[in-house]
Every structure is written in C-alpha cells, then in structure tokens.
C-alpha cells in the first residue's frame, strides 16, 4: 500500500504554500527535470533524428497510453496519448456520432468542461445535418437519456462542483438506449480510480496536466473501447493514425485499434516529463490513494464549515458523488481566493462565485488541509479579501 | 549580415556526423537545454498554476508566432503556433472551405505530404456534401486551377524531390478563378525567405521541427491572412480560441483574429525550445541565408553529378524551383541511405526510391558538403551498400 507520509518527498513544492490546486496544474515531481534534460540533450543532441527509432519516440504515445490505462481502468492496449484534451473530445465525438449514424443528438450537461461544449459546436457546424447539442443540468442527465440520443458526452466530475456522476449506471442507461457513452477525465485521472472497462465505457479522453503531474501543456489521453478499436473512423486522419505511416501512400487507412487515434508528431519533450509523473503513479495504490482523498476533501470540508459560516458547500457529501476537490460558493469568491494565494494558499475561482480546492494524496497532508482552513477563516472573519488590489479582476485567472 | 561560419557553433552536432536531415529533424541549439531547464525548474517548479500569468505561458503562442512570421512575410500579430502540423492542415483548410461555400473541388499535388491529403480526407468525411479531393502532379497544378475549385492546398516545396512551386503565381491565379490559397510551409520556414503578404496567401501553415529547430514535436504554426483574420470559421473550436476563455460561456464565440485558430493548453515545455530555436532564428538576415542555401545546394549536386552517374537528379536545376534539400533518385537508395548513416553522413531516404539530404546554412559547411559527397561516391563506387543488412528495411525510418 502506497505511503503518503512518503510520496510528498517526491515533488518540488515552494517554501511557503500550500498548493490546493493540482486539480488545475499539478506540482513538479523532482525527478522530471532530470528525464527532461536526458531526452533534450542525450537522445536529441545525440541521436537526432535517430530518436525515433534508437529512444522509442514512435512507440512512445501507446507506451504513456497503458501506463495511464491501468490507472483509469482501461483494457491494455486501447489508451493512447497525443494532442491536447479540446482535440481528444473531438476526435472521440466525431468517432461516436459516426457510429450511431441515424441519431442526431449529443447530450451533455452544463457543469462540462465549456471546452468539450465549443468543440462539440464545432463539430456540429461541419457536420451541418441538423445535430443538436443538447445541454442540461447535471443532475438532468439520467433523465435525458433517451433512444434520440445519439452520443452522451459527460465529464464525470464537474470542474465547479466537484459533484461526480454515476459512470456505471449513465454508461449502462446510454446502452439501454442505444447511445454511445464518451467520458471525459479531466479530473478523474489520478484522482480516483476509475473503471472504464468495468463501466463498459465507449470512449474516454483525459489530460495529464493536472492530477497525474505531467506538466504545463502535457499531452492528453484518448481511450476507444475495444469493441470499437477497428471500426471508429478517425475524423482527424493524420499520418501516425494511418496504418503505414511510412509507406507515404496517398490515401488515408486507419492504423489499428487505439493507434488510428494518433494524429501527428508526438510531443517528445512533454512525453518525457508525463514519463517522469507516470513513474511514481506506476507505484501509487488507487484504492488507498481514494481512501486517502476522501479523508482530505472529508477533513477540508468539516474544518470550513466549522469556522466559515459565510462559505455554502456546492460539493455533494455523500463520498460517491465526490471527486477529489472541494468547492464552496460565496459571492466574493473571486476577491477572497486572492486574499489566500497572497498569503499562500492556492487553490482557484470558477465563475460565477465558485472558491475551488484540490485535494491531492500524494503531497497534500492534514496538516496542509487545516493550516489551509485556519487562514480562509481568518480572511472572512477580518474580511481581508475587502480591498481593491483583491477585487479587481485580472484578465487571465 | 549573418556570418554562417560562426552559427554553427550555436549547435551541438555529434563528433563525426554530418547532419544532412534537419530538413526532417533539426539538432539541438546549445542554448535550448538551459532554456528548457529554467522553464521546468524556475517556471512550473516555482509557479505552478501562476506561470500562465506571471511567466506569460498565456500570451507566449502569439508572440512566437510573431517571431515566426518575421521569418515567412507574414504581418504582425496574424500568425500562432500551437498543435502539429496536421491539425493546423485541418483548420485551415476547414475555415477556407467554409470561406468558399458554393464550391466543392479541394485541389491538391501528389507531392504534396500525406498527412495534408489524409487530413483533407478526414474532412471530406465529416463535410458529407459531395466535396472531392483532386490531387495532380505538381506540374499540372497551375493547369488544375478552374472556377470549380474551393480551395488549393499546396505544400509550398515538395518533400520527396525538392521541387518548389511558385507561391506568388498560383496564389494569383487562385485568386483570379475565385479559389482560396491554403499553403504548407514545413520545408519553407527557416528554409528561404517566404513571402506571405507579398504573395497573397489566404492561409498558411508550418512545424518548427525542420529547418527552425525546436525540437522533436515542436508545435507547429497557423497563419491566417488579415482579410479573413474576422471571418475565418474556427472548426476546432477550443476554450483558448474563445473570445473569453476565462468567462467559461455555454457557447463559443470565436476569438479576436488569430486568437481563433488557438484550441486547447499550450506545450509549455516544448515552447520553450522553440523560443531558444528561435532566438537564433531573431538574427538571421534571410537573404543571405537563402543565398548561402543555393550555394550549398549548387556545390552538393555539382559533386555527387561529378562523380556518382549512378545517381539521378531529382530536385530542379532552376533555383527559383528549388527548395533547401537535394534529392537523387537510385533503385537501391533505401541501402544506399543506410550505408550513408552508417558512415556518418545522415539523410533520409523516402519511397520508392529517393536520396534525400538537408542543407542548412546555419550548421551546415563546404566541407560537411564535400565530404557528404566523397563518401556518397565511395559507396556507390565499391557497392558498399549491396549487403544484407542495409539492404533490410526498419519498420519505422
């Protein structure tokens, strides 16, 4: 069983803070620079274009793929990595509508990433035969599944709340109705374990930039179920998706099963540094690295409640309908998330009024989880986040 | 004026190589380990969530893009790097056609890169309104370009053979039968002088990879023409193109000008090579580097043509027609570019039969250029590529 009392050594964290948000950029494992600078100067100023083949570059993508797999639940061999999360939702919606090709509608709900709703109009546009994209609230899902639904498209925990669905009974519901299920892990990879097969997921995307510690602009992740891996057709068709990429023919043919999701040239220099994350994860236990979360969003919420009556939980209690962050709603959310990063404690705003918070296991301890309650109170209490240098939005948050 | 005899040493090339493929992969600049470093260690390691703003990770796809296209012609704040090259194919030709919506004929050549053609197909089974993929030979592109045709797309210098199309030209003549001009750069950018603006180009894409250095799965770049910078439809419509990313609206809105063509989270890291790569690219007079290119060129063909008749010529004499690289056709150029490698000198070899080198003036000597084609001559004189081993294909080259 992973020890957490262990794995906070491995990560670079400043003196001073507490960091509650590697649900949105995760830390730097200390053992990244260093993979980083072998890839950049010993295999690329070494092998050059030689890296392909003599650093296993080319095979690099599916290799990172099941590392990612085991932690999501996925069969081996059917998760790959490439691109980013936007272009991984579109690739797996335009493979799934293709799939149920006499539906028109793509239902998704209101607490999804917007990203995965504009890539979703995008699509539609192209498309241009009366698709619909039909978006409800979170809890209106279930409902909405109906034998019009094309494609369910759902980020299993939302990015404001928290709030987590019910994979197993939303993707078996979709079945019931003849739709196709896509997930979106954004923030489920890493932090909990997740049970794509189990679940009988259809299609699953990810990113690795935030949970699982990659780094800024770390590539994503696209999962196909293996009763899909031959017949979804690559909307995306680049060359590292054909299935002889250098045979240089004119005509695109699907690679095999996961590897037809390949677009272009992968991002070695990122892939070395979500190499460096993924070895501690191949170490990390899901089940007691759950346990421990629960423990810590568990803990977080009982000491703010505790001591900041102003604060309303918009994160569900009940651990089954929880990720691993917590979210609070005040309407100076904005001014006083300030007020904590200046005194070192950060965590983010979502708009309209959402205080969100990250719980990690592998670097946040109970200490972090009360120091960080102790100095929101006191920001309420004294109304610290009361002045204009907090109150002014920046342009980028 | 740029001295070429003192760039080479901005560069680590391996004791004993001669490096005649930074037309596929560039070497590494001696500034980018450092470069990459501060940005993993000082940045993320010291930022974590607050480098998007405070080390400007946020802004950086502009600005690079903006160094970029001083080196094409292009007009400030009108070019943005982001993605691979294959997906900023896809955008552009997406937005083109829907600039173009009574027509239905994308024309391209059949030297032009695969990856350009699979994607076009890619979108063609998307679109689903009878739109048609028609690829010529080169030759016969300026003869192909009718009142019939939406868009062209066209890689500006071809990959196999070196063949250069006349950029300002067609691009006329598109313009005059009412077609949109889509142009690849991959083997332009960093290669000679381009002249966006100057020619007309509706759209333009390119990677950073090849001639400019930034190392493998450099994010690749989109230039979009100030005319259509308002109008142009995004296809993939990612938050980071939205017009306010951050207010994380239900439904997108395209951003200011080129902002649009951006999708998901920038490579950070893999941006951090391309701003070393490209703060040698800050210096060069691209005159002179052109110059120097048609020498190198001239002084290679003149000495494999001495002294290797085995080989034929497949790159243009005119040095209007050619791009940086020199290509020679041989029956047996897979064994003969094997045994090349074998003997330090690094090209490429490409299906069916082409011998395929780079020349680069900022690394690349008079001296690398004879010796490239003394040990050429070598080989074919001694057949010392007639041997199993070289004569057995890799999977992956």
Redesign the interface.
């Known amino acids: 069983m992973t020890d957490f009392s262990k794995t906070r050594d491995l990560f670079?964290l400043?003196e001073g803070?507490i960091?509650l948000?590697g649900n949105?950029?995760g830390?730097?494992p200390k053992s990244?620079?260093a993979r980083?600078?072998q890839t950049?100067?010993e295999e690329?100023?070494?092998h050059?274009?030689?890296?392909?083949?003599d650093c296993n570059?080319?095979a690099a993508p599916k290799a990172l793929g099941d590392r990612i797999g085991r932690l999501i639940g996925a069969e081996p061999g059917h998760t790959v990595i490439g691109?980013?999360?936007?272009?991984k939702v579109?690739q797996a919606l335009?493979a799934a509508v293709t799939l149920n090709p006499d539906r028109r509608v793509i239902l998704s709900d209101?607490g999804n990433?917007?990203?995965d709703?504009?890539?979703a109009?995008?699509?539609i546009?192209?498309?241009?035969?009366d698709y619909e994209l039909r978006?409800v609230a979170p809890e209106e899902i279930e409902a909405n599944i109906s034998e019009e639904i094309a494609v369910t498209m759902i980020t299993e925990v939302d990015y404001r709340t928290g709030r987590r669905h019910d994979m197993k009974a939303l993707t078996q519901k979709a079945h019931d109705k003849g739709a196709i299920a896509v997930w979106d892990l954004a923030h489920s990879a890493g932090a909990f374990p997740v049970q794509l097969a189990d679940c009988n997921a259809d299609f699953a995307v990810g990113?690795t930039?935030k949970y699982l510690n990659a780094?800024?602009?770390?590539?994503?992740f696209i999962y196909v179920a293996p009763k899909h891996a031959d017949t979804a057709?690559?909307?995306?068709?680049?060359?590292l998706g054909?299935d002889a990429p250098?045979?240089?023919?004119?005509?695109?043919r699907p690679g095999q099963g996961i590897e037809r999701m390949r677009?272009?040239?992968?991002?070695?220099?990122?892939?070395a540094?979500l190499d460096a994350a993924l070895t501690i994860w191949d170490q990390v236990d899901m089940q007691a690295l759950r346990a421990r979360s629960l423990a810590l969003t568990d803990r977080f919420i009982a000491a703010v409640e505790a001591s900041c009556p102003e604060l309303t939980l918009a994160t569900p209690r009940a651990h089954v309908m929880r990720g691993s962050q917590v979210s609070f709603h005040h309407p100076e959310g904005y001014a006083i998330m300030q007020a904590l990063i200046a005194r070192g404690v950060?965590g983010?705003f979502?708009?309209p009024d959402i205080l969100r918070f990250g719980f990690t296991p592998l670097y946040t301890s109970d200490a972090d989880v009360d120091m960080a309650a102790k100095i929101l109170a006191e920001i309420l209490d004294q109304r610290l986040w009361d002045t204009p240098e907090y109150k002014t939005r920046?342009?980028?948050?």
Chains 1, 2 share one sequence.
Not at 83 to 87: A, G, K, V
Not at 233 to 239: D, I, K, N, Y
């Open positions: 670079h400043p803070m960091y948000d949105s950029l830390p730097l990244t620079a980083v600078a950049v100067t690329w100023g070494a050059l274009i030689g890296g392909w083949n570059w080319m691109d980013t999360l936007s272009i579109f335009a209101n990433f917007p990203s709703l504009y890539m109009q995008g699509l546009r192209l498309l241009d035969r978006v990113c930039y780094g800024p602009g770390a590539p994503a057709e690559p909307a995306l068709a680049g060359w054909h250098f045979a240089f023919e004119q005509g695109y677009v272009g040239t992968p991002p070695v220099i990122q892939m540094a950060v983010d979502r708009a920046k342009a980028v948050t």
